[in-house]
C-alpha cells in the first residue's frame, strides 16, 4: 500500500492544472468574498470578523478541492484504461486501495489549506494563538479524510463521461448547501434543517469552534465519522463489486 501512495502522489504532484486549481482558486474565492463583505464585519451570532469566519470556509473548501476533483475523475479514468485491473493482479484488498486513494489525496490537500492561512494572515491580517493555527490545520487536514473516500466511491459510481459532471454537482452543492460560501443562518429554514446534517457543515463548524476557543461539538465529529464510516466502506464495496464483474 505504500508503495501505491508514493506512486499516487508523483502523479498528482505532475499535474499543474490540478495542483493550481486545488491549492490557488480557494485563496482567490476567499480573496474576493471576505473583500466584498468587508473584513472587519462581523457575522451574526459567531462573535467572528468575515475574514476570519470566512478563512475556515474556504480553507475547508480548498482541502474539499482536492481529494474529491481528483480522485473521483483519476479512478474513473483509471478504471477505463485498465490500470485497477492490473491492481487486482496483486494482494492489495479493496480497503487497501481505498486507504492508499484517500491518503495520498489528503496529503495534496495540506497545501490548499496553508495557503489560505497564509493569505489570511498576510493580506486580511487575521491574528490567532499559535496553538489555534496548529488546531485548525490538524482538524480541517483529517476531516478532508472524509471527502476522498467520498472521491473513491464517486469513482467506482460513474463512468469516465459522466465522472465529472457527477462530481461537480455534489462539488457545489456540499459548499453551499454546507455553508462554506455563505452562513448557513441565511438560508431559509428548510435548507438550515439540510445543511445541519451535511458533512461539509459539521466539517467547517469544527474548525469555527476552534477559532472561538471552544472544543468541537461532539454531534459534529460524530457526523463526519458516520459519513467516513460510510464514503470508506462504500468505495470498498465498489471496489470489490467492480472485482467481481471483471
Do not use: C
Not at 80 to 94: D, I, M, S
Not at 179 to 201: C, E, N, R, V, Y
Request: proline share 4%; glycine share 8%.
Amino acid at each position: 500500500m505504500n508503495a501505491l501512495i508514493k506512486l499516487e502522489l508523483a502523479r498528482v504532484l505532475r499535474n499543474k492544472k490540478f495542483l493550481f486549481f486545488s491549492v490557488l482558486y480557494p485563496s482567490f474565492i476567499y480573496l474576493i468574498f471576505s473583500s466584498s463583505s468587508g473584513s472587519d464585519q462581523k457575522v451574526d451570532g459567531t462573535g467572528l470578523t468575515v475574514a476570519t469566519y470566512l478563512m475556515v470556509s474556504m480553507a475547508s473548501f480548498g482541502a474539499l478541492t482536492a481529494v474529491l476533483m481528483g480522485n473521483s475523475e483519476r479512478i474513473a479514468k483509471e478504471r477505463e484504461n485498465g490500470w485497477v485491473r492490473q491492481l487486482r493482479l496483486t494482494p492489495l484488498p479493496g480497503r487497501g486501495y481505498v486507504l492508499a486513494k484517500t491518503a495520498s489525496a489528503a496529503v495534496v490537500s495540506l497545501p490548499s489549506i496553508i495557503v489560505v492561512f497564509l493569505v489570511a494572515a498576510v493580506i486580511k491580517h487575521v491574528h490567532l494563538d499559535a496553538w489555534q493555527w496548529l488546531a485548525l490545520t490538524g482538524v480541517i487536514w483529517a476531516g478532508s479524510l472524509v471527502f476522498a473516500a467520498l472521491g473513491v466511491a464517486i469513482g467506482y459510481v460513474a463512468s469516465g463521461d459522466a465522472v465529472r459532471p457527477i462530481t461537480m454537482i455534489v462539488y457545489f452543492g456540499l459548499s453551499i448547501l454546507g455553508g462554506l460560501w455563505m452562513p448557513s443562518t441565511t438560508f431559509p429554514k428548510i435548507l438550515q434543517d439540510i445543511a445541519k446534517w451535511l458533512p461539509t457543515h459539521a466539517y467547517a463548524a469544527l474548525g469555527r469552534a476552534i477559532e472561538q476557543s471552544q472544543a468541537p461539538s461532539a454531534t459534529d465529529v460524530a457526523i463526519l465519522a458516520v459519513y467516513f464510516v460510510l464514503f470508506a466502506g462504500g468505495a470498498a464495496w465498489l471496489y470489490r463489486k467492480d472485482t467481481l464483474k471483471a
